[in-house]
């Protein structure tokens, strides 16, 4: 795919000024020409060239000649492959191609397992959507990625009488892709797992519990807030889960880790720490 030279500054971090002065100065870029119309296009060996470019520049010192010189001078390794769909999905995104995000999708999924397809891919997309896209490429992006997330944890077997688990996102937070993850790491553990997902009242959260009896309730807190704020909705979900344990993750809670503990959550920063406070706990209930 060829991309325009205002996909390249949003790629590269390099004004589009900057790329046509380095052009005419250092003939770095060698962008091609489109038929009629005479715009600028790149391949992306350009871009990454021009990526490796900005790193010498930013992290060696070099000056802009020096460092194109050194870039034109050593041949580029092809990028392992995880760095290939990375920069596919980008470049996708940038030029709102849904379809072609779909495919870097099924790609990475068909050649990953699950646990690392979500930590080691996905994850990392979303955690860096919020520097590198607009608002509306942010949009874009996370709804494909949290439908792909989704897509994962419906897909996994979980057995019949593993312990379950009740995840959600407090009312006011949209940001479950952490939440996401968790789920598919209980249900690849064994565990049952009930998303109720973003912005969950403390009401859903009772009548989930009332019927469910979860062995665990998990909430991810990624927005900031007071910490009055904080502690009115904690203490709302801990009313509404009645005896059912609640543990709690994400930035959001990790800021108020005196009043999750004051109020009697408790705190996990992964699925693992979450596995461990819960067979702590049932051990503690088996002690005669």
């Not at 979980?158 to 968790?182: I, Q, V, Y």
């Not at 930035?251 to 109020?263: C, D, Q």
């Amino acid at each position: 795919m060829m991309l325009r030279i205002r996909t390249i500054a949003r790629l590269t971090g390099i004004r589009e000024a900057t790329l046509r002065a380095w052009e005419r100065r250092y003939g770095f870029p060698r962008p091609l020409r489109t038929e009629g119309n005479n715009y600028r296009v790149y391949t992306r060996e350009e871009v990454e060239a021009i990526r490796r470019v900005a790193r010498h520049i930013q992290m060696d010192g070099l000056s802009v000649s020096e460092a194109i010189a050194q870039v034109m001078a050593t041949p580029l390794q092809p990028p392992p492959r995880g760095e290939r769909l990375n920069e596919r999905f980008w470049s996708a995104v940038v030029a709102l191609d849904g379809d072609e995000v779909t495919r870097v999708l099924d790609e990475a999924q068909a050649t990953l397992d699950p646990e690392a397809l979500c930590d080691g891919f996905l994850m990392p997309l979303l955690r860096e959507m919020g520097v590198r896209l607009d608002i509306a490429r942010e949009h874009l992006a996370s709804a494909y990625v949290r439908h792909r997330l989704r897509q994962v944890l419906a897909g996994l077997d979980s057995m019949a009488n593993g312990p379950r688990a009740l995840l959600a996102c407090p009312t006011g937070d949209h940001h479950e892709g952490g939440l996401l993850a968790l789920g598919i790491h209980l249900k690849r553990r064994g565990w049952r797992v009930t998303l109720l997902g973003a912005d969950t009242p403390a009401d859903a959260l009772r009548s989930a519990c009332e019927q469910l009896q979860p062995d665990v309730v998990a909430l991810s807190f990624v927005q900031s807030r007071e910490p009055d704020v904080f502690q009115a909705l904690l203490a709302d979900a801990l009313r509404a889960c009645g005896p059912c344990p609640i543990v709690v993750g994400g930035p959001g809670a990790r800021e108020h880790l005196k009043a999750i503990f004051t109020l009697g959550a408790q705190y996990a920063e992964s699925a693992q720490e979450l596995v461990a406070l819960w067979t702590q706990a049932r051990s503690a209930q088996n002690r005669p």
